[in-house]
């Protein structure tokens, strides 16, 4: 059973209360601080990883959890995504509320099996909810190579029951996180490493115990030439994007954070596109089977009246991703992919 | 043991253990008469000479009804098992006919089904997985202190997936009071467990997860019931994971459309001669543990609850296929097809 | 390395030489008669899988291979799907052509992790062509609840380096399957249960060795009005539905059989659509993130100009696959759904 | 043995065993510096303490290089077996600083890498891995009658895995003339071995497999040699798949930027005190294999390779981004991003 505590300022290592303190968090620290304040308000959520205990995490994410809430709630695990991915699950059907990391997103592929098959299928085979979050590190940029860069949403987006995550900014992924391990389904979560410390992305957040819905889309930017959707990292390639084109085109674009692929917001999707008429999509993923493809054919469903020009998309090759940064570089979507995009587009 | 010891069971107990037998084997009868007559869907699997394992071994456990007691992850041959926890006969039935009245209301089949209050995980196909699920369980037994411990059955063949690896040794590492009971029926479908693996039994496997191993003959209830009431013991006390193998023979094919001709008729025969029923049974009269009225008595029991548990659910509805698209998310209902509704548009 | 041989009337088991005789065959048996020729032909193929030998496989495709060419080359596995692919993969290094028997495709995601980051990407990270087909049932229909009749092209679809071939006849099976097998790059075979021994699917098939392309599609039924683009059993369900509209509504309906899922023929499905100006996808996957999408987004990058209506999709419901007949009913695709699909999208 | 057996090798062979000892410190000490140079691409693993186990093992095995010799699949940890088994110095800074001329042409990262004829497969990161995929490859060499066996390390942590153990378990079963070394240098990352497995001795797994298993000193190069030299001999005689642990210390970091601040350093101070390559160099002058100035000389020697063929690589160039788009398919270009072509159409 959930146990709800109550909300009230906490104890614990320096560095996971900034935001109490009102200092400014990186998307990663606001990370640790969902995690934490969802361990103290409920005695159910515990976390399941590789080195997450006395090392804290590979990227340092769970950095004091062990010391504050012991052995039993932060369990270092063997080398074994699907082993322990399948004993959260085990834990959920129990009442617990287990928060797996994978060391590396690109890792999850070993527990592919049990998280389609058997956390994905809980409660229509009978065996009832399953909350449960599996987050952690992904995406390019960082020269990882092909097994340390990876997307892994299009693994799992055809898979009902699931609900993914991916947020761009530190308020976002902290409200999603929490509201994430709150949901009675499993979600995925997934952060991008190059959003985990990013200067840019440093901000204070509300010292409160806000929530960001699942499913919510969001429009960052207003515009009304072009519609560009988009998550995770490259909203803000495409925010960067847009002030070329607004500066050099005079061109107003608007941009929509997806947030949540799955279930994915149509609607904010389908009103910005009935308003510009014209649609790209952005995302870092490679290119054939990527998410492009379903929006696409949601706003052809939904919107096809309104569009004005061809949905179009840029997206990463299709190749594994390289090591070597001459050629990730070249393997990534860029910003200035999205200006030639958006510019062909503006002018159909 | 000899012939003669009871093992400390009482004459209630005794006839419980056969009663639990008899209904195994029962109700599986009952099933195949239930395909001939075209009720049942999907494949239909037996146990014919492997219920003395699934039932010794779930009378050692502790069996509650109120979400305090051990906890259950049975295979489609440990129907045994199931009923000792509490699974209804009915709800058996309702299964294989794939009712909507059943547990899982049409949406899976046979014995994958779930009661987390009479403490049992039915499985999902993948093998291996339910080692995965029951480490998680009994994890949680162990955080919050509680005394209970879990039982998971899988076939010989299953120990060759990386799941049933990455299970057993996160039980052991993390000393989750768990018992994998490995149902060593000699064959995997047609493959004969020497090509699933190189070991001359399971209990070798035990040494490399550093867990303790027991291996016993399946077919005599007793010795299995008083392996596993040891084993459960040491788990309950701390010692953490073990391993229990259940030496029998899979005396029919893997489900009911194998003619299993890769079989030698010979071997099936030898293993008749050790059916864990009648052995049980004759042991019975012969230590007068209970008369042949007695015994009688119970087969008809169980023979008339099969009959009239299976009459009954034929008659029930199956499931409205429209209720097909809930119960995906507990908080959202996924889209029915446009095409079907009225006006259809998309 | 690949030892050629010549091909002439081989001597072998009855039942796979029907073509030889002048025959007709089921799906399922132009798929072993592809094997057994292949192995006749090419001592390098070799055969792995759960029962394949003694027992001839789960569905008996591989019935008297065993007997014929001996445990060396029809090698009954442990069940360890990841293993035994990992380990074809291991052979296809050392010049060999392992076919891979999975015994229910819902049972290959023991192997997602070798096959999308070990074998897809072999080539790419210098170690080599990979010539290695994993093929085995797929598909709904059949009451056989969530783990036995799942399509499996999405979880591999978006995985660069693969290719997937789903055939929706006899003929196309055998020549589709012997052009994998002679394939360097690791392809994903599936094969409908459904129409394994439909009757209606037996034909007499060419007697010369014939292989069918991989990545070429098929238009199987010509048309003005709309396009169908559709693959595997569906391409029956919709010719079914085409005939209805036919004689109902004097509709004119193309169907394009893809046959080839990856890579894509993205000339024939928009060619047909200059002509219609109509496009409906039929597939029996699930809906969200089916392959609908990546066909949509592409008619909207290459053919946008020519659409008179709006993309649309007719596919299973976005749930596991139930097992009672009244839900799986419900669950799948049915030629009605194709029939009201059309007939919205031709009065658009 | 004593102190003084050389295991029947010869003054040369001595010789270039201390010169592959040498060279695995001597190529990994020389990219740290590149690294603090800021050529080295991603993360740097050392194999300090560790080198013998890799030389040892691989001086054990036939080495050709024309495709008939036996088969290595070494770790990030192995880089001294794969010198040994003719990877190329160059090419080993090469794939560290990502380069256009090396063996991935700047795909993949360090010690991944492949050449078939000399009989190596690099790793891929998913751990376990390896072992399916040379159970297929050592599969093959039964397949066609060939001598040649092969030999997989991994890392202690590894053997959590489920491709650990579907992959061990295929070759057990299939008789695959393979050897499993297990790096058990007492950490996987952060995390102890008995967090991975409760095993005290990873010999305790063999039984397990049915297989044969031994543990050694994985300090001691001649000890190594020795142990694999005779399971060596028992796989190729037809005795089917081996496993050796190799017993030493991970005495840095997981990868240059762990500072290991979990490992209580009085452990690290012990396990520096049974270094591999001093160890060696003591007993080859004790022992009077070699004299001061042979090994000086082999010492400058390695050391000058290493400084020259950094420096040369250093200048090489880059691979050129969009050669990014080869062989994703051996018969197919994948598309260029259009939006990089002139004029930018979709
Ligand atoms: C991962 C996986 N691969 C394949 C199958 C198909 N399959 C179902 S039962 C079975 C044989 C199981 O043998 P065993 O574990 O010995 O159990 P038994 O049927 O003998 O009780 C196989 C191969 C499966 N269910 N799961
Ligand atoms: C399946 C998988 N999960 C996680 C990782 C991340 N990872 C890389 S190395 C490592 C530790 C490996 O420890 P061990 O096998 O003992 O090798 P060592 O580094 O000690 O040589 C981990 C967890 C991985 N590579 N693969
Ligand atoms: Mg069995
Ligand atoms: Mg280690």
Chains 1, 3 share one sequence.
Not at chain 1, 82 to 102: C, D, Q, Y
Not at chain 2, 192 to 198: D, L, Y
Request: negative net charge; aromatic residues 8%.
């Amino acid at each position: 059973m959930t146990v709800h505590t109550q909300i009230e300022p906490v104890a614990g290592p320096e560095h996971l209360l900034k935001t109490q303190r009102g200092e400014p968090v990186t998307m990663l620290e606001a990370i640790s601080e969902a995690l934490f304040e969802e361990m103290v308000r409920d005695e159910s959520v515990f976390l399941l990883g590789e080195d997450i205990g006395v090392y804290g995490g590979a990227f340092k994410v769970t950095r004091g959890f062990l010391e504050h809430f012991g052995e039993r709630r932060v369990i270092d695990t063997p080398i074994a995504e699907g082993g322990f991915t399948g004993a959260a699950a085990g834990a959920a059907h129990m009442g617990l509320r287990p928060v797996v990391e994978i060391q590396f997103m690109d890792f999850i592929s070993p527990a592919y099996d049990v998280i389609t098959n058997y956390i994905a299928t809980s409660l229509y085979r009978g065996a009832g909810p399953m909350p449960l979050v599996i987050r952690g590190p992904v995406g390019g940029g960082n020269r990882g190579g092909p097994f340390h860069s990876q997307n892994v949403e299009m693994a799992f987006f055809h898979t009902p029951g699931l609900k993914i995550v991916y947020p761009s900014n530190a308020y976002d992924a902290k409200g999603l996180l929490k509201a994430a391990i709150r949901d009675d389904n499993p979600v995925l979560f997934e952060e991008h490493k190059g959003l985990y410390r990013a200067p840019a992305l440093r901000e204070v957040l509300p010292d409160d115990d806000y929530t960001v819905p699942l499913g919510v889309a969001k429009t960052v930017r207003d515009g009304s030439d072009l519609t560009i959707v988009t998550y995770g990292a490259m909203v803000h390639k495409s925010l960067s994007a847009a002030e070329t084109l607004d500066v050099e085109d005079g061109l107003s674009v608007e941009i929509v954070d997806l947030r949540t692929l799955l279930p994915m917001d149509d609607d904010a999707i389908v009103e910005s596109v009935k308003k510009t008429g014209k649609l790209l999509i952005v995302h870092e993923d490679t290119r054939t089977g990527g998410i492009a493809g379903e929006i696409a054919i949601r706003v052809s469903e939904k919107a096809f009246e309104w569009l004005d020009g061809p949905i179009l998309r840029v997206t990463a090759i299709d190749a594994p991703v390289p090591y070597s940064g001459s050629l990730e570089d070249y393997f990534l979507p860029q910003a200035d992919d999205v200006i030639t995009a958006a510019r062909y587009l503006a002018a159909y | 043991m000899s012939d003669r010891s009871s093992y400390g069971l009482g004459r209630a107990e005794l006839h419980e253990l056969y009663r639990a037998l008899t209904l195994t084997r029962a109700a599986e009868e009952r099933l195949e008469i239930l395909q001939k007559q075209g009720h049942v869907t999907g494949g239909l699997y037996r146990s014919l000479g492997q219920e003395a394992g699934a039932v010794g071994a779930a009378f050692a456990l502790r069996r509650r009804d109120d979400g305090t007691g051990d906890f259950l992850a049975h295979t489609v041959r440990a129907a045994g098992a199931l009923f000792l926890f509490g699974g209804e006969l009915e709800d058996f039935f309702r299964q294989y006919m794939a009712k909507g009245s059943g547990p899982t209301r049409g949406r899976e089949a046979n014995l994958h089904w779930f009661d987390f209050q009479k403490g049992f995980v039915g499985p999902v196909s993948p093998l291996g997985t339910m080692i995965e699920i029951m480490a998680g369980i009994t994890l949680t037994f162990r955080m919050r202190g509680e005394e209970r411990i879990g039982m998971v059955f899988y076939g010989d063949g299953a120990s060759s997936t990386g799941a049933w690896h990455e299970g057993l040794n996160f039980a052991a590492v993390q000393r989750c009071p768990l018992i994998l009971m490995v149902e060593n029926n000699q064959w995997a479908f047609s493959t004969p467990t020497h090509k699933n693996t190189r070991v001359a039994t399971f209990a070798d496997k035990g040494p490399g997860y550093g867990i303790g191993a027991d291996s016993v003959d399946g077919t005599d209830v007793l010795e299995v019931f008083d392996t596993v009431r040891r084993a459960a013991a040491l788990v309950r006390a701390g010692e953490g994971t073990r391993l229990v193998e259940l030496r029998y023979f899979r005396r029919l094919g893997h489900a009911q459309h194998d003619p299993q001709e890769y079989v030698d008729p010979a071997l099936i025969e030898e293993w008749e001669k050790r059916d864990p029923i009648a052995g049980y049974r004759d042991r019975m009269l012969r230590n007068e543990w209970a008369t042949e009225e007695e015994l009688s008595a119970i087969e008809e029991e169980v023979f008339e609850r099969c009959r009239i548990a299976a009459e009954s659910v034929v008659e029930e509805p199956n499931p409205d296929g429209p209720s097909a698209v809930y119960d995906v998310y507990t908080d959202l209902d996924i889209a029915r097809p446009w095409t079907r509704a009225e006006p259809a548009v998309p």
